[in-house]
Protein backbone atom coordinates (compact mmCIF):
# COMPACT_ATOMS: atom_id res chain seq x y z
CA UNK A 1 0.00 0.00 0.00
CA UNK A 2 2.90 2.75 1.23
CA UNK A 3 4.55 1.79 -2.52
CA UNK A 4 1.28 3.02 -4.06
CA UNK A 5 1.57 5.91 -2.06
CA UNK A 6 5.10 6.46 -3.25
CA UNK A 7 4.33 6.24 -6.83
CA UNK A 8 1.97 8.76 -6.27
CA UNK A 9 3.95 11.31 -4.86
CA UNK A 10 6.32 10.76 -7.71
CA UNK A 11 3.70 11.45 -10.50
CA UNK A 12 2.83 14.56 -8.43
CA UNK A 13 6.22 15.43 -8.43
CA UNK A 14 6.60 15.22 -11.88
CA UNK A 15 3.46 16.90 -12.83
CA UNK A 16 3.93 19.96 -10.21
CA UNK A 17 7.50 20.18 -11.07
CA UNK A 18 7.53 20.40 -15.20
CA UNK A 19 4.77 23.12 -14.03
CA UNK A 20 7.24 25.03 -11.68
CA UNK A 21 10.40 24.88 -13.87
CA UNK A 22 8.24 25.91 -16.92
CA UNK A 23 7.02 28.84 -14.87
CA UNK A 24 10.50 30.10 -13.56
CA UNK A 25 12.09 29.68 -17.12
CA UNK A 26 9.24 31.91 -18.19
CA UNK A 27 9.08 34.32 -16.09
CA UNK A 28 13.31 34.57 -15.90
CA UNK A 29 12.95 35.34 -19.53
CA UNK A 30 10.50 37.97 -19.49
CA UNK A 31 12.43 39.46 -16.72
CA UNK A 32 15.63 39.38 -18.96
CA UNK A 33 14.09 40.40 -22.32
CA UNK A 34 12.32 43.29 -20.91
CA UNK A 35 14.91 44.44 -18.50
CA UNK A 36 15.55 47.27 -20.47
CA UNK A 37 12.36 48.70 -20.23
CA UNK A 38 12.57 49.30 -16.00
CA UNK A 39 10.69 45.43 -15.88
CA UNK A 40 7.25 46.96 -16.80
CA UNK A 41 6.24 43.99 -18.98
CA UNK A 42 7.28 41.44 -16.38
CA UNK A 43 5.41 43.59 -13.45
CA UNK A 44 2.25 43.28 -15.72
CA UNK A 45 3.03 39.43 -16.54
CA UNK A 46 3.50 38.75 -12.58
CA UNK A 47 0.19 40.43 -12.40
CA UNK A 48 -1.61 38.64 -15.16
CA UNK A 49 -0.29 34.93 -14.24
CA UNK A 50 -0.18 35.32 -10.84
CA UNK A 51 -3.75 33.42 -10.01
CA UNK A 52 -3.11 31.08 -12.93
CA UNK A 53 -4.49 28.06 -11.54
CA UNK A 54 -1.18 26.27 -13.21
CA UNK A 55 0.80 28.37 -11.35
CA UNK A 56 -0.86 27.57 -8.18
CA UNK A 57 0.01 23.80 -8.76
CA UNK A 58 3.19 24.32 -9.82
CA UNK A 59 3.81 26.11 -6.40
CA UNK A 60 2.97 23.07 -4.38
CA UNK A 61 6.19 20.97 -5.67
CA UNK A 62 9.14 22.25 -3.07
CA UNK A 63 6.53 20.89 -0.38
CA UNK A 64 5.69 17.63 -2.15
CA UNK A 65 9.42 16.95 -3.12
CA UNK A 66 10.76 18.04 0.58
CA UNK A 67 7.36 15.33 1.75
CA UNK A 68 8.82 12.88 -0.92
CA UNK A 69 12.13 12.77 0.47
CA UNK A 70 11.73 13.04 3.98
CA UNK A 71 9.03 10.21 3.36
CA UNK A 72 11.54 8.02 1.74
CA UNK A 73 14.85 8.34 3.08
CA UNK A 74 13.99 9.46 6.61
CA UNK A 75 11.22 8.88 8.63
CA UNK A 76 7.56 7.53 7.54
CA UNK A 77 4.64 7.64 9.12
CA UNK A 78 2.53 4.48 9.59
CA UNK A 79 -0.92 3.45 11.21
CA UNK A 80 -1.29 0.47 13.75
CA UNK A 81 -4.47 -1.78 12.72
CA UNK A 82 -4.25 -4.85 14.76
CA UNK A 83 -3.27 -6.32 17.84
CA UNK A 84 -0.18 -8.14 16.97
CA UNK A 85 2.03 -6.17 18.89
CA UNK A 86 0.15 -5.53 21.67
CA UNK A 87 0.76 -4.20 24.33
CA UNK A 88 3.71 -2.90 22.84
CA UNK A 89 1.44 -1.29 20.05
CA UNK A 90 -2.48 -0.84 20.13
CA UNK A 91 -4.93 -0.53 17.42
CA UNK A 92 -4.91 3.18 16.36
CA UNK A 93 -1.39 3.84 17.09
CA UNK A 94 0.37 6.34 14.62
CA UNK A 95 3.78 5.82 14.82
CA UNK A 96 7.25 7.10 13.08
CA UNK A 97 9.73 4.76 11.29
CA UNK A 98 13.32 5.38 11.19
CA UNK A 99 13.76 4.63 7.05
CA UNK A 100 17.60 5.32 7.07
CA UNK A 101 18.65 2.58 10.59
CA UNK A 102 19.58 0.17 8.28
CA UNK A 103 20.53 1.70 4.79
CA UNK A 104 19.31 4.09 2.17
CA UNK A 105 17.16 2.66 -0.61
CA UNK A 106 15.55 3.09 -3.53
CA UNK A 107 12.02 3.86 -2.81
CA UNK A 108 10.30 2.41 -5.81
CA UNK A 109 12.14 -1.21 -5.48
CA UNK A 110 13.33 -1.32 -2.05
CA UNK A 111 17.03 -2.12 -3.12
CA UNK A 112 19.98 -1.07 -0.85
CA UNK A 113 21.55 1.98 -2.11
CA UNK A 114 23.97 2.55 1.27
CA UNK A 115 24.38 -0.04 4.08
CA UNK A 116 24.05 1.58 7.26
CA UNK A 117 23.71 -0.74 10.72
CA UNK A 118 22.50 -3.89 11.20
CA UNK A 119 19.16 -4.86 12.68
CA UNK A 120 19.42 -6.25 16.53
CA UNK A 121 17.56 -8.53 18.01
CA UNK A 122 14.81 -6.61 20.18
CA UNK A 123 14.41 -4.11 17.30
CA UNK A 124 10.50 -3.48 16.42
CA UNK A 125 10.75 -3.44 12.27
CA UNK A 126 7.89 -2.53 9.47
CA UNK A 127 8.59 -5.02 6.52
CA UNK A 128 7.26 -5.99 3.30
CA UNK A 129 4.90 -9.61 3.79
CA UNK A 130 7.93 -11.72 1.84
CA UNK A 131 4.38 -13.94 0.47
CA UNK A 132 2.70 -10.40 -0.57
CA UNK A 133 5.62 -7.27 -1.05
CA UNK A 134 2.44 -5.20 -1.27
CA UNK A 135 1.51 -5.35 2.37
CA UNK A 136 3.83 -4.30 5.63
CA UNK A 137 3.66 -5.54 8.24
CA UNK A 138 5.10 -4.76 11.94
CA UNK A 139 6.93 -7.60 14.33
CA UNK A 140 9.61 -7.20 16.69
CA UNK A 141 13.05 -9.41 15.65
CA UNK A 142 13.95 -12.06 17.91
CA UNK A 143 17.03 -14.00 15.59
CA UNK A 144 19.38 -12.75 13.77
CA UNK A 145 21.37 -14.98 11.17
CA UNK A 146 22.63 -17.99 12.64
CA UNK A 147 20.28 -17.97 15.60
CA UNK A 148 18.50 -21.17 16.66
CA UNK A 149 15.23 -20.62 18.17
CA UNK A 150 12.90 -23.23 19.54
CA UNK A 151 9.17 -22.12 20.81
CA UNK A 152 7.48 -23.30 23.29
CA UNK A 153 4.10 -23.44 22.15
CA UNK A 154 2.46 -23.99 26.02
CA UNK A 155 3.96 -21.09 27.74
CA UNK A 156 4.74 -18.81 24.50
CA UNK A 157 8.53 -18.08 25.23
CA UNK A 158 11.76 -19.01 23.48
CA UNK A 159 14.85 -20.43 23.66
CA UNK A 160 17.63 -18.49 21.76
CA UNK A 161 20.68 -20.21 21.01
CA UNK A 162 23.50 -17.52 19.23
CA UNK A 163 26.40 -18.71 17.81
CA UNK A 164 29.65 -17.25 18.69
CA UNK A 165 33.16 -17.38 16.93
CA UNK A 166 31.58 -19.50 14.74
CA UNK A 167 30.28 -21.78 18.18
CA UNK A 168 27.56 -22.83 19.67
CA UNK A 169 26.41 -21.02 23.38
CA UNK A 170 24.36 -23.10 24.84
CA UNK A 171 25.46 -22.32 27.82
CA UNK A 172 23.46 -18.75 27.81
CA UNK A 173 20.14 -17.41 25.82
CA UNK A 174 19.76 -14.06 24.86
CA UNK A 175 16.45 -14.34 26.43
CA UNK A 176 14.96 -13.69 29.57
CA UNK A 177 11.71 -14.03 31.27
CA UNK A 178 9.92 -12.65 34.74
CA UNK A 179 7.60 -14.10 36.70
CA UNK A 180 4.20 -15.09 34.64
CA UNK A 181 1.26 -12.44 35.83
CA UNK A 182 -2.30 -11.21 34.68
CA UNK A 183 -2.40 -8.72 32.68
CA UNK A 184 -4.65 -5.20 32.44
CA UNK A 185 -5.97 -6.61 28.85
CA UNK A 186 -8.85 -8.31 27.89
CA UNK A 187 -9.86 -10.14 24.75
CA UNK A 188 -13.38 -10.54 23.66
CA UNK A 189 -15.26 -12.69 20.82
CA UNK A 190 -18.27 -11.87 18.87
CA UNK A 191 -19.90 -12.90 16.10
CA UNK A 192 -21.84 -10.51 13.26
CA UNK A 193 -23.17 -11.32 10.30
CA UNK A 194 -21.66 -15.18 10.66
CA UNK A 195 -17.90 -13.29 10.55
CA UNK A 196 -16.07 -13.87 13.74
CA UNK A 197 -13.88 -10.84 15.50
CA UNK A 198 -11.70 -10.24 18.02
CA UNK A 199 -11.64 -7.05 20.59
CA UNK A 200 -9.43 -5.39 23.04
CA UNK A 201 -10.24 -3.87 26.10
CA UNK A 202 -8.18 -2.83 29.66
CA UNK A 203 -9.62 -3.48 32.81
CA UNK A 204 -7.41 -3.62 36.03
CA UNK A 205 -6.33 -6.82 37.46
CA UNK A 206 -8.67 -6.38 40.21
CA UNK A 207 -11.69 -5.61 38.46
CA UNK A 208 -14.43 -8.16 37.80
CA UNK A 209 -14.89 -8.66 34.07
CA UNK A 210 -18.12 -9.94 32.34
CA UNK A 211 -17.09 -12.07 28.86
CA UNK A 212 -13.70 -12.40 27.35
CA UNK A 213 -10.15 -13.89 28.07
CA UNK A 214 -7.91 -12.14 30.62
CA UNK A 215 -4.35 -12.11 29.15
CA UNK A 216 -1.52 -13.52 30.96
CA UNK A 217 2.09 -11.27 30.40
CA UNK A 218 5.65 -11.74 31.00
CA UNK A 219 8.41 -9.17 30.58
CA UNK A 220 10.83 -10.72 28.33
CA UNK A 221 14.66 -9.80 28.13
CA UNK A 222 16.55 -9.71 24.22
CA UNK A 223 19.83 -8.84 25.37
CA UNK A 224 19.60 -5.57 27.35
CA UNK A 225 16.05 -4.72 25.58
CA UNK A 226 13.05 -5.41 28.31
CA UNK A 227 9.55 -5.46 26.95
CA UNK A 228 6.08 -6.92 27.63
CA UNK A 229 4.50 -10.18 25.59
CA UNK A 230 0.93 -10.96 26.44
CA UNK A 231 -0.95 -14.49 25.69
CA UNK A 232 -3.10 -16.76 26.49
CA UNK A 233 -2.51 -19.55 28.59
CA UNK A 234 -5.72 -21.18 27.54
CA UNK A 235 -5.14 -21.36 23.93
CA UNK A 236 -3.33 -22.68 21.75
CA UNK A 237 -3.71 -21.41 18.31
CA UNK A 238 -4.58 -24.50 15.85
CA UNK A 239 -5.98 -22.61 12.99
CA UNK A 240 -2.59 -21.45 11.52
CA UNK A 241 -0.27 -23.82 10.01
CA UNK A 242 3.45 -23.68 11.48
CA UNK A 243 5.99 -22.98 9.19
CA UNK A 244 8.44 -26.53 8.95
CA UNK A 245 12.31 -25.65 8.44
CA UNK A 246 13.85 -28.74 6.14
CA UNK A 247 15.67 -30.81 8.94
CA UNK A 248 14.25 -29.56 12.05
CA UNK A 249 11.94 -30.37 14.25
CA UNK A 250 8.46 -28.72 14.36
CA UNK A 251 8.65 -25.16 16.69
CA UNK A 252 12.61 -24.48 15.91
CA UNK A 253 14.15 -22.92 13.61
CA UNK A 254 18.07 -21.46 12.28
CA UNK A 255 17.88 -18.18 10.91
CA UNK A 256 19.32 -17.96 7.02
CA UNK A 257 22.05 -15.69 6.17
CA UNK A 258 20.63 -12.42 5.22
CA UNK A 259 17.32 -12.86 7.36
CA UNK A 260 15.76 -12.65 10.31
CA UNK A 261 12.89 -14.39 12.93
CA UNK A 262 10.17 -11.55 13.92
CA UNK A 263 7.56 -12.41 16.01
CA UNK A 264 4.55 -10.14 17.81
CA UNK A 265 4.86 -9.43 21.29
CA UNK A 266 0.72 -10.59 21.16
CA UNK A 267 2.00 -14.17 20.92
CA UNK A 268 -2.04 -15.64 20.67
CA UNK A 269 -2.53 -12.90 17.99
CA UNK A 270 0.35 -12.46 15.93
CA UNK A 271 0.21 -13.91 12.29
CA UNK A 272 4.28 -14.20 12.16
CA UNK A 273 7.47 -16.37 11.26
CA UNK A 274 6.46 -19.35 13.56
CA UNK A 275 3.54 -19.43 9.96
CA UNK A 276 5.46 -18.15 7.17
CA UNK A 277 9.82 -18.17 7.59
CA UNK A 278 11.58 -15.72 7.25
CA UNK A 279 12.17 -12.12 6.76
CA UNK A 280 14.83 -11.27 4.21
CA UNK A 281 16.76 -8.07 4.67
CA UNK A 282 15.77 -6.46 1.46
CA UNK A 283 12.16 -6.80 2.84
CA UNK A 284 13.25 -4.26 5.78
CA UNK A 285 11.71 -1.09 5.80
CA UNK A 286 12.80 0.62 9.00
CA UNK A 287 12.87 0.65 12.22
CA UNK A 288 9.75 1.79 14.35
CA UNK A 289 11.14 4.81 16.66
CA UNK A 290 8.04 6.76 18.22
CA UNK A 291 4.16 6.77 19.05
CA UNK A 292 3.21 10.33 17.84
CA UNK A 293 -0.38 10.23 17.84
CA UNK A 294 -2.65 7.30 19.44
CA UNK A 295 -6.50 7.41 18.70
CA UNK A 296 -9.15 5.48 20.72
CA UNK A 297 -12.13 4.59 18.56
CA UNK A 298 -15.18 2.25 20.21
CA UNK A 299 -18.76 1.40 18.70
CA UNK A 300 -21.24 4.34 19.79
CA UNK A 301 -18.04 6.19 21.33
CA UNK A 302 -16.41 9.55 20.37
CA UNK A 303 -13.01 8.71 19.32
CA UNK A 304 -10.47 10.48 22.04
CA UNK A 305 -6.55 10.71 21.76
CA UNK A 306 -4.44 8.67 23.91
CA UNK A 307 -1.85 11.08 25.14
CA UNK A 308 -0.38 8.76 27.49
CA UNK A 309 1.06 6.72 24.46
CA UNK A 310 2.72 9.16 22.84
CA UNK A 311 6.39 7.96 23.91
CA UNK A 312 9.29 6.48 22.53
CA UNK A 313 9.41 2.62 21.33
CA UNK A 314 11.30 0.04 23.03
Not at 13 to 27: A, E, M, P, Q, S
Not at 240 to 258: A, F, G, M
Not at 263 to 281: L, Q
Request: charged share 25%; hydrophobic share 40%; proline share 4%.
Amino acid sequence: MNNIYTKILILCIFITGCLWFFYKIRILNNFILNKKINNLYYKNFSIKEKNSWKEEISSLFPFILLIFLVRSFLYEPFYIPSGSMMPTLLIGDFILVNKFIYGIKNPINNKIIIDNKLPKRGDVVVFQYPKNIKVNFIKRIIGLPGDKIIYNIKNKQIILIVKKNNKKNINKTSIKYSKLKKSSFIQTFQILNKISGNNFYQKSIKSSFFGGLRFFEYIEKIDQLSHKIIFLPEIINESLKIYRQKNQSIYTWIVPKESYFVMGDNRDDSYDSRYWGFVDKKYLLGKAVFIWLSIDKKINHLPKIRFNRIHWIN
